[in-house]
């Protein structure tokens, strides 16, 4: 089983773990470095519960899992996490904006205009990393990662 979430071959994958790794990485750290604008106060605005317990939850699985990826460290884990938690950022933040209405505790963020287009505008950047977690996610690491030189220890120890 482990050896599965391990296999990775394609060299190439190493383009897209570094995209996504180092977004990942980025907005993480930024959720510390500016916590009223990417934090705490921004969760506070989307209307989360308990904002400064959830940019920090997030900002850290951020910054852990997009430096996995940079380095392809068990890969599919960190892209899984990854995954869910840019499919709760869509759902939360771009659904509004593509409804014209907040919805439960989220709150809509005011601009000129709302509805498809608007979202899709606004959402780009998260549905890029959405497609790229869920790329390495199925793809793993890739042959440059240390998914790979695991993988091949393993093989070497088995026979």
Known sequence: MFYRILNTSSRWVILIRLMVGSVFLSEGIQKFLFPAVRGAGRFAKMGFPSPEFFATFVGVF????????????????????????????????????????????????EMKT??????????RTDFSMWLGSLFLLIKGGGRWSFDYVWMKKMERNKN
């Open 114 to 123: 709302y509805g498809f287009w608007s979202m899709a505008h606004e959402m």
């Open 62 to 109: 951020e910054i852990v899992c997009g430096f996995l990826m940079l380095i392809g460290l068990l890969s599919r884990l960190a892209a899984l996490i990854m995954f869910i938690n840019i499919s709760v950022a869509i759902i939360v933040t771009k659904f509004p904006i593509g409804f014209g209405e907040s919805f439960g505790p989220f709150i809509l963020r």
